[in-house]
């Protein structure tokens, strides 16, 4: 077997391997993520129920914050599932051909997307509902003389929903850092947030039952919607910009040092990133000695390829070779 054979069958393992890491990690995200739905579900009815017993704005609104992470994990969990249907002839009902050009292991990098593309789906229901909170609180704060101010039974139900989200958000940080899922790790900052307005809701209810201000309570539910929104527009702007090829520069900076601190390398003309999913790609232009040997390249592709895979954690290298135009003049 001569060395190309084996580099490249090297590579398809490599690739393989890496790729079924990344469907082990997507599927234990969504075991985990069907914990979050339970509680959320758990957490609605009881604070939607405790709201109306207990005549509660900023509760009602809490509630609805936490509807909105049952509905935005469940739109997350179905983008999840089809990204790792690997066994599945069609792509969102998309009949793929039974003959086709690309191979199933590329069009695995394309279900990788869906995770990306189902993310910036729940921001769209995200900003929703944050709009109908703001706008209900608001008519509320104009209609105080119908209004009295809320009882214990409504901080009853924002101190456990405080405690329920402080266990999601620790199983969302604990297991996503583990496995090393983005989709888990935005969780558990959603998580952390539903922490910070469940909390603020039993302080707000609280205040406002001991000094009959209730007007402390509407106000409040505005706020808990412009922080919802605020959190909506964060989680659209990150999916926006993952589908849209967008690499931290200062990452891709770091990325062209590390090459060209390779002897062989005279510089990096060009370098090109992306994401599928949590998977970064990279294609990179460099210049070389035109009398360097195709054995020279091939060993200096196979460093570059293993040092950002080990360094940056790049799932695929693409090195493309330009002779160096001031090395033919001499």
Do not use: C
Not at 109 to 125: D, G
Not at 154 to 170: C, P, Q, R
């Amino acid at each position: 077997m001569n060395r190309l054979t084996k580099y490249l069958l090297r590579e398809t393992h490599h690739q393989t391997i890496e790729r079924q890491k990344e469907i082990d990690k997507l599927q234990s995200a969504i075991k985990y993520l069907w914990i979050n739905v339970s509680i959320y579900i758990l957490i609605t009815i009881i604070e939607y129920w405790l709201s109306i017993i207990g005549n509660s704005q900023a509760l009602k609104a809490d509630a609805l914050n936490n509807l909105s992470g049952v509905i935005s994990t469940g739109v997350l969990i179905f983008g999840l599932w089809e990204a790792t249907n690997v066994n599945d002839d069609d792509i969102i009902g998309k009949q793929l051909p039974t003959k086709s050009v690309r191979s199933k292991d590329t069009l695995q990098l394309s279900r990788f997307r869906l995770e990306t593309v189902f993310t910036l789906v729940t921001s769209f229901i995200i900003l929703l509902i944050s709009l109908q909170i703001i706008i209900t609180g608001i008519i509320g704060l104009f209609h105080l003389e119908d209004k009295s101010s809320p009882n214990l039974m409504s901080a009853l139900g924002a101190g456990i929903a405080t405690v329920m989200m402080f266990g999601e958000f620790y199983i969302n940080r604990h297991y996503g850092k583990k496995i090393g899922n983005a989709s888990l790790m935005a969780a558990s900052k959603d998580s952390l947030g539903d922490v910070v307005t469940s909390l603020g809701t039993t302080i707000t209810v609280l205040i406002s039952f001991f000094l009959n201000l209730a007007w402390l309570d509407g106000a409040v539910s505005v706020l808990i919607g412009g922080f919802i929104l605020w959190q909506g527009l964060q989680i659209f702007q990150e999916s926006t910009l993952n589908l849209a090829d967008y690499v931290d520069p200062k990452l891709e900076s770091q990325l062209k040092a590390e090459v060209e601190q390779f002897k062989k390398v005279h510089k990096v003309v060009d370098l090109r990133s992306r994401y599928n999913g949590n998977l970064l790609i990279v294609d990179i232009f460099i210049m070389v000695d035109p009398k360097a040997t195709a054995m020279e390249i091939y060993h200096t592709n196979e460093k570059i390829e293993r040092k950002l895979h080990k360094d940056f954690d790049v799932f695929d290298v693409t090195v493309t070779i330009i002779p160096d135009p001031d090395d033919l003049k001499k």
